[in-house]
């Protein structure tokens, strides 16, 4: 009994560890990347705006552009990651994915014809925005969803990912075909927004996508057990009690909603649902207690040093986050797929 406790306090020393360097790292990152682009700004001046006495100069660069880009890489990436866990959970398939599902392809579509009869710079069609990539993204969903159930079988997870392909294929392609009608000011945005970059980069965009992260991520955490659950399979599901169906469209809304959110003021970025929750769960095991932080800050400083990178690596030019992530992430989920039976 006494060493089952030591070994518990063991593991729970290791995974609170991991979580607190995993805060230094992206922290560090965020001070760093604060830097990082044309115009560089001594350190010790960084650390004086961000404190409020900087110069009017400095203020303007850190405050209006550099930190708002900051903030919404980390919340994206976070939300990512955890939208990715969730549709893992649900669909018991390791290598399901907002983007390879469709999802963010879903969304996109719809932000594309949203920003098309609305100037992207208007308060009111920013704050909408996360909605509507909602909507796009929940019908894109459920078009997978359905494809990949089976009365008999229940949700087949290999049908999943290959229909989910399938869809995020004919919706780009539907997208493409659109951009032909944009005008070249909204063109430019929807080609930015197709690359993955981080274009939303004011404190508007902040504000739209910070409420439904906090409203969506407070309602994965209590669905943590559930989760836990699910990992067992339909059938010990339902012997616990849990009803299965009910709870996994609950969290498909809930991931289907992050994913939207994030996309809409962030572009196609892929792969960051694919390797959080798979690193998260090779550090910290199976459980959703740690899975989903973990994930969230995961995918945080991935996307964020995915950004850094794309800044500095072709100055005074820049290297789109999402191209960065799939320069990573595309190899991953190819060793992943030779993995998966």
Not at 133 to 150: H, K, P, R, W
Not at 160 to 185: N, Q
Not at 329 to 335: D, E, I, K, S, V
Request: overall charge positive; aromatic content about 8%.
């Amino acid at each position: 009994m006494m060493m089952g406790t030591a070994t518990e306090q063991k593991v729970a020393r290791k995974r609170w560890l991991i979580l607190i360097l995993l805060a230094i790292l992206l922290v560090g990152t965020f001070i760093y990347s604060v830097n990082a682009g044309f115009s560089k700004i001594p350190f010790i001046d960084v650390i004086k705006t961000l404190f409020g006495q900087g110069s009017p100069q400095d203020t303007l660069i850190i405050s209006q552009f550099r930190l708002p880009r900051i903030i919404v890489a980390v919340l994206v990436g976070a939300g990512l990651a955890i939208s990715g866990a969730l549709l893992q959970a649900v669909s018991q398939n390791s290598l399901a994915d907002p983007g390879i599902l469709g999802i963010n392809n879903g969304a996109g579509l719809a932000v594309m014809l949203y920003i098309s009869y609305f100037p992207s710079t208007l308060d009111v069609p920013v704050m909408f925005m996360p909605l509507v990539g909602f909507t796009g993204a929940i019908l894109t969903a459920f078009v997978v969803y359905g494809l990949s159930y089976s009365r008999q079988e229940g949700l087949l997870p290999n049908r999943l990912v290959l229909t989910g392909v399938a869809v995020s294929a004919a919706v780009a392609a539907l997208m493409t075909l659109l951009t032909i009608r944009l005008d070249p000011e909204n063109y430019q945005v929807v080609a930015e927004w197709l690359a993955g970059n981080i274009w939303a980069s004011n404190w508007q965009y902040v504000f739209a996508l910070l409420p439904w992260l906090i409203v969506l991520v407070t309602v994965a955490m209590f669905k943590i057990k559930t989760l836990d659950i699910l990992g067992f399979g339909d059938q010990v599901a339902t012997g616990l009690g849990v009803k299965t169906e009910k709870e996994k469209i609950i969290l498909l809304i809930v991931a289907v909603a992050l994913a939207a959110a994030c996309v809409s003021v962030s572009g196609g970025i892929a792969f960051i649902g694919l390797i959080g929750p798979h690193i998260a769960r090779r550090l910290v095991g199976s459980g959703h207690k740690w899975v989903l932080p973990i994930s969230a800050l995961i995918g945080a400083l991935l996307l964020l040093v995915a950004d850094t990178i794309g800044r500095i690596i072709v100055q005074p030019s820049e290297i789109f986050a999402g191209i960065v992530v799939a320069v990573i992430g595309a190899p991953y989920f190819l060793y992943l797929l030779a993995k998966t039976k």
